[in-house]
């Protein structure tokens, strides 16, 4: 799992957590209430940081987040593809499960 993360930048992560937080409507607040009712409770500091590209979760806080943004895709998130913006961005059931 290793080699996946480093295809992956910590900005381009953070753009993509970002993305999805946005497309979900949820505040940072509304991401740290969801990750404390998993056990696992991600500051909003922490999660802003994540966004901005500061620093890159390790694969529990990924795991986390994405049961936090209703199933979000890990692949996808991870993925290294060139077009993964605009593909994921045009067809957000790729990476976020309909309810």
């Not at 957000?92 to 309810?99: D, I």
Request: with cysteine; hydrophobic share 35%; net charge negative.
């Amino acid at each position: 799992m290793v080699q996946v993360l480093e295809k992956v930048t910590k900005e381009e992560l953070g753009r993509r957590l970002s993305m999805i937080r946005a497309y979900l409507e949820l505040t940072l607040e509304d991401v740290e209430s969801r990750s404390a009712a998993l056990g696992d409770r991600i500051p909003t500091s922490t999660l802003s940081g994540y966004e901005r590209g500061h620093r890159f979760p390790p694969l529990e806080r990924l795991t986390t987040l994405c049961r936090c943004y209703d199933g979000a895709d890990m692949g996808a998130l991870l993925s290294s593809e060139p077009d993964w913006f605009s593909r994921v961005w045009s067809n957000p059931e790729l990476l976020v499960p309909a309810a």
